[in-house]
C-alpha cells in the first residue's frame, strides 16, 4: 500500500515515520529544496518542540477545539514525543514553564534525527516537488454501508516536478501542508485549496500567535510617548492581561518586549492568539493591560510606597520610582498616573499614590491591530474538523484522505503546544493511513468469538491470545463498565445514587478501538484508558453495574460492536445475550481448586499477602453470585463447546480455540 505525504514539516514527517512503522510504502513530497524549514526557525532557532505539561495542563493551552484532540493525544502525548527522540539519541532538555528543547539548543538536531528516522523505516522523500491536485473517484460503498458515507475515494496525485507535471499513484493521502504563517518557508495555504477541492470547509482564517501594534491607550500619554520610545525594552516576570470590549479574556504572567511598532514576547503571542479572531476577523476593540508588580497586591504595593516615600525625603518621584521600575518605563507610569517626575517623593498626596498604584498595576495599551503572516508562528482556523474523524484524521467526505497539523482548525499558545499538535495528529494520521481494513463488511460478516465462564477460567488471558492471532478486535467488556463509571465519577454521581446514573446513561457512549496492539477505551470519543485502572473508577464500576439501566447500556453498544466489528469479547453472559448469534462460542471453565491456585499465586506474584483457604471460599462465593444472579446468569449457551482448562496450559487452550474456529472458517 502506498501512502503520500504532502508537507514535509513537523506533520508531514511524522505522518511519514507513522504510516512507514506500520508497514505501508510512504512517499513524503515536499516543495521546498529541504525537509522541516519552518520547524528550523521555530523557537528563535532552538526548537521547542513540546511542553511538559501534565494532562489537564496541557489542553488548557490548546485554544480551539481541544476535546477534537483527546482521542489522538491519548496515544501519543508530549512524554510519547520525548521517548521517541531520546531514544533516536537527541538528547533534551526541560526550561521554565515546561518548555522542551534539543539540550544543544540547534533545531537542526531535531530535523537531523526526524531526517534519520525516516531513512531507516525506508520512507522516499522527494523535494522540489509541488501538488497540484488531489485526484479521487466515485466511491461505490457496500450495501451495508451508511448513506451518508463518503461520495468520493483517492486514488492518486498531480504533482509538479522540476516543470513537469505528472500522476502519482497513491491509495492515500496525508495532507500537512502547514498554514499561512511564515510564507517564505513554504506555508502558502496549499492545503486550504486542497482541502476546499475536496468539498472541505475552511474556518476564517487569521494570523495567531504574533507581535501587536499598539499605542499607550490614555491620550495624555500617547502624545508624549510611544512603545518605539522603550523600544528593545524587556519587561520580565510583569502580568499581562487582554480585554475584548472591555470583558477579560486572558491573563498570564511571564515576559514581554516594546518595539517600534508595539509590543511581542511570549506572553503578547500567547494573548493575540486568544484575541486574534476579535481584531482581525470581528474587528472589535482590544486592549492590553500590564500588572508591573504582580507579585504584591494594591494593598501591599500601597504601604511599601507609604513607607518609603515618607523615606525619601527630597528626592524626586522620577528617581525614586527608579527602585520599582525600569528606568524607560518611568516617564511612562508617570504620564499615566498624572504626576510630575520633579516633584518630592515625601509629598507624594493619598490620591496620588492611589493614582500611581493603578497605573503599575494595570497599564493600558490599545491594540490597533496584529502583525500579518511572516510574522506569525501559526495560522488560527483551519480545515473544520467536524469534517475530520477525530481517531483517524480521516475525511469524511473523501475516503483515504487524511489532514494532520497546522491546516487543520487548532491552535494554541506558544510553549511547545503547536509543535505537539502537530505530532500528535501526524502521528494518527500515518497510522490510520497505513492500516488495511479489518473488516470488509459483507464478505467476512460475523466472525465473532464469544468466549464465556466462571472467575479464574482464563477467559481474558486467551481471549487477547485469540485476537492477536486472528486479527480480530478483542473487547474488555470490564474496561466498557469502567469507562461508564468515569462518566458517572465526572458528573459527581455517588455510587448509590441509583436514579442520577440512570438518568446518565442516556448521554454516555462507549466504544473500542484497537491502536499499536494495545486495546483503547473511548468515552464519547475522548480516550480514557489512561484512567480505566484508577481505585474509584474500580470501586464506581463496581457499584454501578448491578443497575438494570447500566447493564442494559453495555449489552447495547456491545451488541453494535458486535454488529459493526469482528470481535473476541469474554464475560459471563457474552454468548447467552450479548451474543448469541456469535461466528463460536466458547465455555472456558475449570475447578475451584485450579482457579483459586491461580489467583493465589497471582497475588503472590503482586508482592500481596494471600490465603489459599480464602481465596477458594470467595471463588465459590463468586461462583454462586454469578449463577444465581437476576439479570443474565453466567451459564453455558446451548451450542458453547466446552473446554476444562485444569490440566491444560495457555498455550493449549489457545490452540484448541484457534482450531475450533479455523474449522469453522472453512
Known amino acids: 500500500m502506498k ?80 521517548d521517541l527522540m531520546e531514544a533516536a539519541g ?15 539548543d540547534k533545531s537542526s538536531d531535531v530535523i537531523r ?43 492518486g496525485l498531480l504533482i509538479q516536478s522540476k516543470g513537469q507535471k505528472e500522476k502519482l499513484t497513491a491509495e492515500r493521502v496525508i495532507v500537512a501542508t502547514g498554514g499561512l504563517s511564515y510564507p517564505s518557508t513554504g506555508s502558502t495555504g496549499d492545503g486550504y485549496r486542497l482541502a476546499e477541492a475536496a468539498g472541505h470547509s475552511v474556518t476564517p482564517l487569521s494570523p495567531s500567535l504574533v507581535p501587536v501594534e499598539a499605542v499607550f491607550a490614555k491620550k495624555e500619554v500617547a502624545a508624549r510617548l510611544k512603545p518605539a520610545d522603550l523600544m528593545g525594552l524587556s519587561l520580565k516576570n510583569v502580568s499581562l492581561s487582554a480585554f475584548v470590549k472591555d470583558k477579560k479574556v486572558f491573563e498570564e504572567q511571564g515576559e514581554m518586549l516594546f518595539t517600534h511598532f508595539g509590543v ?24 492590553l493591560r500590564i500588572d508591573l508588580k504582580p507579585a504584591l497586591t494594591e494593598e501591599q504595593l500601597e504601604a511599601r510606597l507609604i513607607r518609603e516615600s515618607a523615606a525619601a525625603g527630597a528626592k524626586q518621584l522620577s528617581t525614586f520610582l527608579g527602585a520599582y521600575l525600569p528606568r524607560a518605563m518611568v516617564p511612562v507610569i508617570l ?16 490620591n496620588e499614590r492611589r493614582n500611581l498604584i493603578r497605573s503599575m498595576k494595570s497599564l493600558p495599551i490599545k491594540v490597533l491591530a496584529l502583525r500579518g503572516y511572516p510574522e506569525a508562528v501559526v495560522t488560527r482556523g483551519g480545515v473544520s474538523v467536524k469534517e475530520i474523524n477525530p481517531r483517524t484524521m480521516e475525511s469524511k467526505y473523501v475516503k483515504n484522505l487524511y489532514f494532520a497539523g497546522e491546516v487543520l482548525d487548532l491552535d ?22 497505513a492500516k488495511e481494513e479489518v473488516i470488509m463488511k459483507n464478505t467476512i460478516l460475523n466472525r465473532n468469538i464469544a468466549i464465556d465462564g466462571p472467575a479464574g477460567s482464563g477467559k481474558s488471558t486467551i481471549a487477547k491470545k485469540i485476537a492477536k492471532e486472528t486479527g480480530l478486535i ?43 496492539g494495545q486495546q483503547q477505551v473511548y468515552l464519547n470519543d475522548e480516550n480514557v484508558t489512561a484512567f480505566l485502572r484508577e481505585e474509584a473508577v474500580g470501586q464506581m464500576a463496581s457499584a454501578s453495574s448491578v443497575y438494570g439501566p447500566v447493564r442494559e447500556k453495555m449489552k447495547t453498544l456491545q451488541q453494535r460492536l458486535g454488529r459493526e466489528k469482528n470481535v473476541v469479547m469474554d464475560g459471563r453472559d457474552i454468548g447467552t445475550v450479548i451474543l448469541p448469534d456469535a461466528f463460536l462460542k ?72 484457534l482450531r475450533l474456529y479455523k474449522e469453522k472458517l472453512k
Request: aromatic letters at 6%; proline letters at 3%; charged letters at 25%.
Open 90 to 104: 537527541l538528547r533534551l532538555k526541560v526550561e521554565r514553564g515546561g518548555r522542551v528543547f534539543p539540550a544543544s
Open 412 to 433: 494554541g499558545t506558544t510553549g511547545g503546544y503547536n509543535l505537539q499538535i502537530a505530532w500528535t495528529t501526524g502521528r494518527t494520521a500515518g497510522d490510520a493511513a
Open 113 to 155: 534525527t526526524l531526517e534519520k528516522l525516516l531513512s531507516q523505516r525506508g520512507v522516499t522523500v522527494r523535494l522540489h516537488t509541488e501538488v497540484k491536485e488531489i485526484l479521487t473517484e466515485k466511491q461505490d460503498p457496500p450495501a451495508s454501508r451508511k448513506k451518508d458515507g463518503p461520495a468520493l475515494r483517492v486514488k
Open 474 to 516: 478483542y473487547v474488555d467488556t470490564g474496561a466498557m463498565y469502567r469507562a461508564m463509571a468515569i462518566y458517572f465519577l465526572r458528573r459527581g454521581l455517588t455510587p448509590d445514587d441509583e436514579a442520577g446514573i440512570t438518568a446518565a446513561c442516556e448521554k454516555a457512549n462507549v466504544s473500542i478501538g484497537y491502536e499499536n
Open 335 to 350: 504620564a499615566q498616573a498624572s504626576l510630575s517626575g520633579s516633584s518630592k517623593a515625601a509629598d507624594l498626596g493619598k
Open 264 to 287: 511581542t514576547g511570549p506572553l503578547v503571542l500567547s494573548a493575540s492568539a486568544v484575541i486574534g479572531e476579535a481584531v482581525a476577523v470581528k474587528q472589535e476593540s482590544a486592549e
Open 586 to 657: 466458547i465455555y472456558m471453565t475449570a475447578s475451584v481448586e485450579v482457579r483459586a491456585k491461580r489467583r493465589f499465586e497471582e497475588l503472590l506474584s503482586k508482592g500481596q499477602d494471600a490465603d489459599l483457604a480464602v481465596v477458594a471460599r470467595a471463588i465459590e462465593e463468586r461462583d454462586y453470585r454469578d449463577t444465581h444472579r437476576e439479570i443474565a446468569p453466567l451459564r453455558q449457551a446451548e451450542d458453547a463447546v466446552l473446554i476444562d482448562t485444569s490440566d491444560l496450559s495457555i498455550e493449549e487452550v489457545t490452540e484448541t480455540v
Open 3 to 82: 501512502v503520500a505525504v504532502i508537507g514535509g514539516g513537523a506533520a508531514g514527517m511524522m505522518a511519514a515515520l507513522s504510516a512507514a512503522e506500520s508497514g505501508a510504502e510512504v512517499i513524503l513530497l515536499e516543495k521546498n529544496e529541504k525537509l522541516g524549514k519552518k520547524l528550523f526557525i521555530t523557537g528563535k532557532g532552538r526548537c521547542n518542540l513540546t511542553n511538559d505539561a501534565e494532562k489537564e495542563a496541557f489542553f488548557a493551552h490548546i485554544l480551539r477545539n481541544p476535546r477534537f484532540l483527546y482521542s489522538s493525544y491519548g496515544r501519543f502525548d508530549n512524554r510519547a514525543m520525548m
